[in-house]
């Protein structure tokens, strides 16, 4: 099916003019999913990023870490189209230029995000939700009245299976459990299937238990598609951490394997400097 938004995306060249030029930007592109350069945002002159540079490479899982305040969501606001920066490059996919785009085409371009608080239908079982959530569906009720394909009957199932709730699928979506709504969010961004998915602080509440399903589905989404995850929670942020990113006033203030940021001098000053 071609949308507005989808033409839109292709008669605008949304692989544009813009894209970074030359050689050694290209050598620096290449294989990475996405990649800010020198994003400022100010809030009434107060730089919550400040000249951010960040490259995530094509099926990475990075984590992101920083203190609060430190513009971690904020830079997510920016590659989502929330918020447009004052200044600097933010490109998807090598050159598909997000600033140019609105937050629905960025969407529909490939980039999912999950927000902190789980924003499920509560009334409506785990299914139906991921139902909902499936690429086609332009609204609800043309949805519900649709009679569904085979194929997306399976796509529904086999998302079921990923994220684990293949057991709870006739629940409502209110009655199965914080950690449990969780991945039913992450399966309703599935069902788009983002080539970047954004995860804000996804273990935020869980129990033990809960966390560890998560770094385990996490683990296995990335590869296929590249995975940022935001969150405080150390222990989590080791159990899956290849690359972290950390992030201080605006800008990157260590980058490397967990072990080389946590015993960095400048992450260990900030962190007890809290
Ligand atoms: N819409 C806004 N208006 C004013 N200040 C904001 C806004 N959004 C974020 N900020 C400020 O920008 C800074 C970075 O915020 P944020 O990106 O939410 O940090 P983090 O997610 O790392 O905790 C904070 O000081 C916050 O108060
Ligand atoms: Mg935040």
Redesign the pocket.
Known sequence: MSTGVEENLKVKGARAAGAPSGASAIDLLHGSILYLNGITVS??G?R?LDNLSLLIERGELRCII?P????????MDVVTGKTRPDSGQAFFDRDIDLLTMSEPEIAIAGIGRKFQKPTVFEELSVFVNLELAMKASRSVWVTLRARMSGEQRDRIESVLETVGLTECRTLRAGAISHGQKQWLEIGMLLMQEPQLLLVDEPVAGMTHQETERTAELLTSLAGDRSVVV?EHDMEFVRSIARRVTV?HEGQVLAEGDMDSVQNDPKVIKVYLGE
């Open positions: 809030f009434d107060f919550a920083g609060n305040g430190a513009g971690k969501s904020t830079m935001v992030l």
